[in-house]
């Protein structure tokens, strides 16, 4: 998630709703900072078993700013180590729960 759309929450902001009327606003950032954490390891070749529940529950701790950054500065790292120059992407295996697909097609649901 972008520093600067979590830069823009004022302190005061994290509780309220979103479009999405289960989740307030820390809860969505939450859930995104999570899947990008989720990104590194199973694109450097770990199952969703290895990775287990790490990334489970708060990841943004007292500084979500700086695990928004963390977290979004991890895959794109790992996008980079994977596709030097950003341009085409060559095929990497993602081992998902329903078995192994490419990382580049793999369906988001």
């Given at each position: 998630m972008g520093?600067?759309?979590?830069?823009?929450i004022e302190?005061?902001?994290w509780l309220d709703p979103t479009p999405c009327a289960e989740w307030s606003v820390r809860e969505l950032v939450n859930h995104v900072v999570a899947e990008e954490l989720w990104a590194a390891p199973l694109?450097?070749?770990?199952t969703v078993l290895e990775v287990g529940?790490?990334?489970d529950g708060d990841v943004l701790g007292e500084d979500p700013l700086g695990r928004a950054r963390m977290g979004a500065g991890e895959a794109v790292a790992v996008v980079d180590a994977l596709v030097p120059g950003?341009?085409?992407f060559s095929?990497?295996?993602a081992r998902r729960t329903?078995?192994?697909t490419c990382a580049n097609c793999a369906p988001t649901t």
């Open positions: 520093g600067a759309c979590v830069a823009a302190n005061d902001q694109l450097r070749g770990a529940s790490q990334f950003g341009g085409r095929c990497r295996t329903w078995g192994s």
